[in-house]
């Protein structure tokens, strides 16, 4: 029989390797997901405070098709979404959601300049459904939109029905830069048809609202980097439709052509893919980022990462990314976007 000075002992180092484990976890870096697809952050990250997990404002809400807004002068984040109106003010752990106060733990932050805010207060305030995955260190977000029956392909009731993969074509309606634009500010671009009406379905003059949620610019020998996400797809008529998916280039070694429509290929559509503009020797270079060379990086953030030699081996001069007004760019849509009349 063990002593019980050998017990406590014993104890005392299962303590300490539990205490290590937990430790080891809490540092590894959180993600979030909405819809089954990963959010990207810029240089500031989700992060857990007192047990609970706070998310810049930026990315999010976005993809839950909600308009937020900041006040710098009474230090307040506004977020509205159809028939909800949510308040809240920095350090305060209350909100006014529709004019009644509701109260939460974990008070927004601010972080470099980025607002820090309860993921499962907003997120279930405006009807989404959360989840922890403790083993994946993620939060798992799936909105009520999942959840809505959507019209089949060929009803009469459906104007276009764009399957998950497919690219859709973009220009720019202004100009970009790592120089110049600031993670969150927002652009448009719009579809080309290729010279026809409309583009499967989706008419001519149809555009794609989006936001920078990467802009580093050159510094020494490190390349500027930009990068952007997507909200909503803006018909004609003004209606928005949300949009799920993430630039790609219109390049043949990502994309095929399929009954005449862009699919991105198999190789650009890997879980955990993300492209981001690198200023290269020429411009521009979109470079997809993937698991199998991602490194943590101060340039772009703990999220992101590249290993410049393997994209632009031999290239030794950097630049700044700039993207004039017309520069085309892809959409591959992750999930289906279904558009009806």
Same mark, same amino acid.
């Given at each position: 029989?063990?002593?019980?000075?050998?017990?406590?002992?014993? !104890?005392?180092?299962?303590?300490?390797?539990?205490?290590? $484990?937990? $430790?080891?976890?809490?540092?590894?870096?959180?993600?979030?997901?909405?819809?089954?697809?990963?959010?990207?952050?810029?240089?500031?990250?989700?992060?857990?405070?007192?047990?609970?997990?706070?998310?810049?404002?930026?990315?999010?809400?976005?993809?839950?098709? +909600?308009?937020?807004?900041?006040?710098?002068?009474?230090?307040?984040?506004?977020?509205?979404? +159809? *028939?909800?109106?949510?308040?809240?003010?920095?350090?305060?752990?209350?909100?006014?959601?529709?004019?009644?106060?509701?109260?939460?733990?974990?008070? $927004?932050?601010?972080?470099?300049?980025?607002?820090?805010?309860?993921?499962?207060?907003?997120?279930?305030? !405006?009807?989404?459904?959360?989840?922890?995955?403790?083993?994946?260190?993620?939060?798992?977000?799936?909105?009520?939109?999942?959840?809505?029956?959507?019209?089949?392909?060929?009803?009469?009731?459906?104007?276009?029905?764009?399957?998950?993969?497919?690219?859709?074509?973009?220009?720019?309606?202004?100009?970009?830069?790592?120089?110049?634009?600031?993670? =969150?500010?927002?652009?448009?671009?719009?579809?080309?048809?290729?010279?026809?009406?409309?583009?499967?379905? !989706?008419?001519?003059?149809?555009?794609?609202?989006?936001?920078?949620?990467?802009?580093?610019?050159?510094?020494?020998?490190?390349?500027?980097?930009?990068?952007?996400?997507?909200?909503?797809?803006?018909?004609? *008529?003004?209606?928005?439709?949300?949009?799920?998916?993430?630039?790609?280039?219109?390049?043949?070694?990502?994309?095929?052509?399929?009954?005449?429509?862009?699919?991105?290929?198999?190789?650009?559509?890997?879980?955990?893919?993300?492209?981001?503009?690198?200023?290269?020797? =020429?411009?521009?270079?979109?470079?997809?980022?993937?698991?199998?060379?991602?490194?943590?990086?101060?340039?772009?953030?703990?999220?992101?990462?590249?290993?410049?030699?393997?994209?632009?081996?031999?290239?030794?001069?950097?630049?700044?990314?700039?993207?004039?007004?017309?520069?085309?760019?892809?959409?591959?849509?992750?999930?289906?976007?279904?558009?009806?009349?």
């Amino acid at each position: 029989m063990k002593s019980p000075a050998k017990i406590v002992t014993g !104890l005392m180092s299962l303590s300490l390797l539990i205490a290590a $484990a937990t $430790a080891a976890q809490a540092q590894q870096p959180i993600h979030v997901e909405v819809d089954n697809v990963r959010v990207y952050f810029g240089d500031v990250q989700p992060q857990m405070v007192n047990g609970r997990v706070m998310v810049p404002l930026r990315g999010v809400f976005e993809r839950l098709n +909600a308009q937020v807004g900041w006040s710098d002068y009474n230090q307040t984040v506004t977020v509205n979404k +159809a *028939d909800m109106d949510i308040v809240l003010r920095i350090g305060e752990s209350h909100a006014m959601v529709n004019g009644k106060q509701v109260y939460f733990d974990a008070p $927004a932050t601010i972080e470099r300049g980025r607002t820090l805010v309860p993921v499962r207060f907003l997120s279930e305030t !405006l009807g989404a459904n959360v989840n922890w995955n403790a083993s994946l260190n993620t939060v798992e977000i799936t909105s009520a939109m999942m959840e809505t029956v959507v019209p089949p392909r060929g009803s009469p009731s459906v104007m276009a029905f764009v399957d998950a993969g497919t690219v859709i074509p973009f220009t720019l309606d202004s100009a970009l830069s790592s120089n110049n634009s600031k993670y =969150g500010d927002r652009f448009t671009a719009t579809i080309d048809t290729r010279g026809q009406n409309d583009y499967l379905g !989706l008419p001519r003059g149809t555009k794609v609202e989006g936001w920078v949620d990467v802009a580093t610019p050159r510094k020494g020998s490190d390349p500027g980097v930009l990068g952007v996400s997507f909200d909503n797809i803006v018909l004609n *008529d003004g209606r928005r439709i949300p949009v799920f998916g993430q630039v790609i280039a219109i390049d043949d070694k990502y994309i095929q052509n399929v009954d005449g429509k862009m699919v991105a290929r198999s190789s650009a559509k890997q879980d955990g893919n993300k492209f981001v503009w690198i200023g290269a020797g =020429g411009g521009a270079l979109l470079a997809i980022i993937t698991k199998s060379n991602l490194i943590t990086s101060t340039v772009i953030g703990g999220a992101l990462g590249y290993l410049w030699d393997e994209i632009q081996k031999g290239q030794t001069r950097v630049n700044d990314v700039t993207l004039n007004t017309g520069s085309d760019f892809g959409i591959r849509l992750d999930k289906n976007l279904v558009v009806t009349r």
